[in-house]
């Protein structure tokens, strides 16, 4: 058997080979067909399939608060307490932020993502220290954070494996002792590098909501019960403020289950493009499969006389298969290598919303797929042809005729081109909806023009720059820098970029009223950077040099703010505070508009 399979094998090459164009051909439609099913299959893999890299993890949920609007929000710090206090359906709980500080002390100065996690975030996710300990008792009580721990791949890239004995960084500002080394691969919150204590930074404000929540459930009690019990609580609790914003105090918490928190967003469009390169396959297959039919046509006499000669139908239908399994085999080679370019490509330039970005690669799982798609492609488009092209009845091929033209002017052959105008349509009209809707993306007005402006994060080290008055100094003269140069037309500093994401928002007191009030989001900026992004004065003036710390304060509003609070009015000389808990100005100072 095997030496007649090695002989199918030889003759199907020889074939291929003396057909270039044809076999080039499908190769190149094979390859593309299974690359991109297993580049999307490694993607949707790692994404959506793939297990958290943690004990347990379908135990993990992530706690938020629902507000009064129907909507979710972070958690508000004292609810967390009381939350982890009185909570019976989570044997652990941990609330934790994120945020991008310099680190010095390393070999170069770093700019990356800092956590702060409180004292059970060690426990919810039972970990293990690569290296030391991590962050004990005294350390998450203490007002003055000195101790932190440092992800895996920060203590070999930057430190460069060091005994941590004594290596000491400096981490916002602070001093801080390297107490401990993350183990390998672990990556929470996405992105961090450096985890702290959280409870030096929490407060006593209800409607504060700046923490995010993680807790491991108990495993006696059901998913939906947990969250019965922690929305109940919520209500409770929140009573306690009755003089409270209702606008910014929680009404309910909402549970998650971490898996659906972190990958939720990711799984429709996934879904969606491998759904569309299951298309692009069976385009791809039921072209070459017309094609063999066509083929046909020129060898119905080789078939028919090698029947003649003896050859049962199906030893010939085997050699034809094999044809087809060569061409799937080397076009599914051929895909692995376009897979294995297009994930690592994937690597650099996909977008950093996706999760789990970094674990995407072709492994043995993908290989597995790929060689299963590969072997179905072989089937889908070979087993007809050979079994239509080796029926019975062929005898006037002997003499002369074309035979078995039926093979491709009969109603399979209708259907087989008609299937593939029909998938290539819907691919087209896909394609150009997608194709719409990213122009529509790229077209949106976002009340800015960010072409030629360079936006850089810049954190100031307190231990350099120990007032607000240092730090606004090192501002100025970085500015004055800046504009001096030829290359630059204008510079300015912004507390957040430009359609960058959520702003910081608050309750603001209007016209001197502090019973009149608005809900608006805000930013701190210079005059700079109103002109950097060319962003238009319509009314009034910028801030400018009289407009110094001891001068009378003064804001710039957005049209639709002017608009929404003052209608009809002239917002020139009108009057607000600095919004909600973050007041820039004590004892409710008003500024002018």
């Known amino acids: 058997m095997w030496s007649g399979v090695l002989q199918d094998v030889q003759y199907a090459v020889r074939t291929l080979w003396r057909s270039p164009g044809f076999t080039l051909a499908s190769l190149l439609t094979l390859a593309v067909g299974i690359g991109a099913n297993a580049a999307i299959f490694s993607v949707t893999y790692a994404v959506l399939l793939k297990p958290l890299p943690y004990d347990e993890p379908d135990g993990l949920v992530e706690l938020l608060e629902s507000n009064n609007r129907g909507g ?51 426990s919810v996710f039972r970990l293990a220290p690569a290296q030391g300990r991590f962050l004990g008792p005294a350390e998450h009580t203490t007002t003055d954070p000195s101790a932190v721990v440092v992800g895996h791949s920060f203590w070999q890239n930057e430190l460069g494996s060091v005994p941590i004995d004594d290596v000491v960084l400096e981490v916002s500002g602070r001093r801080v002792q390297v107490v401990g080394v993350m183990p390998p691969d672990f990556d929470f919150p996405s992105g961090a590098e450096v985890w702290g204590a959280a409870e030096p930074h929490g407060n006593t404000s209800r409607t504060s909501h700046n923490w995010r929540v993680v807790a491991r459930m108990n495993g006696t009690t059901s998913f939906e019960v947990a969250e019965e019990e922690i929305d109940a609580l919520t209500k409770v609790i929140v009573l306690q403020e009755p003089d409270a914003d209702p606008d910014f105090l929680a009404t309910g918490a909402d549970a998650t289950p971490l898996r659906e928190r972190l990958v939720g967003g990711s799984r429709t469009p996934l879904l969606l493009l491998l759904g569309a390169a299951c298309l692009v396959l069976l385009v791809a297959c039921t072209n070459i499969a017309s094609t063999l039919l066509a083929r046909g046509t020129t060898r119905a006499r080789e078939l028919a006389i090698r029947s003649s000669l003896g050859a049962e139908r199906g030893r010939i239908v085997r050699q034809l298969l094999t044809e087809s399994v060569v061409l799937a085999t080397v076009g599914g080679l051929a895909g692995i290598a376009l897979a294995v370019g297009l994930t690592r490509l994937l690597r650099v330039i996909g977008p950093a919303s996706l999760p789990r970005l970094d674990e995407v690669a072709v492994d043995a799982r993908v290989l597995l797929f790929a060689s299963a798609v590969a072997a179905g492609a072989a089937l889908l488009f070979g087993l007809y042809p050979a079994l239509r092209l080796t029926r019975d009845g062929d005898s006037d091929a002997l003499r002369g005729g074309r035979g078995n033209t039926l093979g491709h002017r009969g109603p399979i052959w209708r259907i087989l081109v008609g299937t593939e105008v029909a998938l290539a349509l819907v691919l087209l009209a896909g394609s150009g909806l997608l194709v719409r809707s990213f122009q529509q993306i790229l077209a949106e007005d976002i009340g800015v023009d960010g072409d030629d402006v360079a ?82 004065l319509l009314r009034g003036r910028l801030f400018g040099p009289q407009d110094g710390p001891d001068d009378a304060h003064v804001v710039v509003v957005s049209e639709g703010f002017a608009n929404a609070t003052w209608p009809g009015e002239d917002p020139i000389g009108k009057q607000v505070t600095g919004g909600g808990m973050d007041n820039f100005w004590e004892d409710r100072m008003f500024a002018t508009v």
């Open 72 to 122: 979710v929000m972070a958690v508000a710090w004292p609810n967390f307490l009381d939350w982890h206090e009185e909570a019976r359906s989570y044997e652990g709980m941990a609330a934790y932020t994120v945020g991008r500080s310099t680190v010095l002390g390393a070999d170069r100065p770093i700019r990356t993502a800092i956590a702060s996690v409180s004292e059970d975030f060690w």
């Open 455 to 536: 936006a850089v994060e810049v954190s100031l080290s307190r231990l350099k720059y120990e007032t607000e008055y240092d730090q606004a100094r090192w501002y100025t003269e970085l500015l004055a820098e800046l504009e001096a140069s030829p290359a630059v037309r204008s510079a300015g500093l912004l507390s957040e970029r430009p359609a960058g994401g959520t702003l910081p928002n608050g309750r603001l007191e209007l016209d001197g009223d502090l019973t009149k009030t608005t809900i608006a989001g805000y930013v701190v900026a210079s005059s700079g950077a109103f002109e950097a992004f060319d962003i238009p």
